[in-house]
């Protein structure tokens, strides 16, 4: 008979970004860990997103078949009200030209954190892994639980986008190449189609800045 140790149930949570290159991801780390021990040292990993980001969970467990799909929940926090972004669109990858709006929320931490800090105290998980919301680091401290920050792209694409937004990028430019300035030599310039559409529009919302963090 397991001990009462050993079938306890390790309970995580991950809170992936509001975009669909990066709930993918979380995802897939979330049914890796769920299936990564036998049965009597279980992993609960649900991942958290807002409602209309559930069904980008769905799409990406069901790569992984009914079996592994079925050990992964999905548990849901509200998406903040956000001025110039209709009900409903929630994922920078869907918000088009308006991308930098849902992107600006999930950055405010005024407009963010409360929803998901309220998440995070009721699952009251055993660990936590999140995506570049770093305010949840203090809510995990204060609850005396892990906090891992899952990055889903590299250090240098991160970077990229840093240095173009600190560069002021916009759409409307003749040039068909971004100059990234601020690496060193050789000069790094990517072309225009491959930035991202929300750093080549309005990329604050009230003064945020997108990379403060």
Known sequence: MASAEHSKKLRLLLIPFFATSHIGPFTDLAVRLATARPADVGVGAPVAVTPANVAVVRSAL????SVASGMVSVTTYPFPAVDGVPPGVENLSAGGGEGWRIS???FDEALTRPAQEALIRDRSPDALITDAH?????????????????????LFSGLDMHLLAAAAITDDSDSEEATVAGFPVPEVRIPR??????LTSRRNLDGIDLHNR
Do not use: K
């Not at 069901?62 to 078949?65: A, F, N, P, T």
């Not at 189609?193 to 929300?198: G, L, T, Y």
């Open 104 to 106: 600006a929320a999930a």
């Open 193 to 198: 189609s491959e930035v991202p559409d929300f």
């Open 62 to 65: 069901q790569r992984h078949g």
């Open 134 to 154: 770093f305010w949840n680091v203090a809510v995990a401290d204060e609850l005396g639980v892990p906090c891992v920050s899952f990055s889903v792209i590299s």
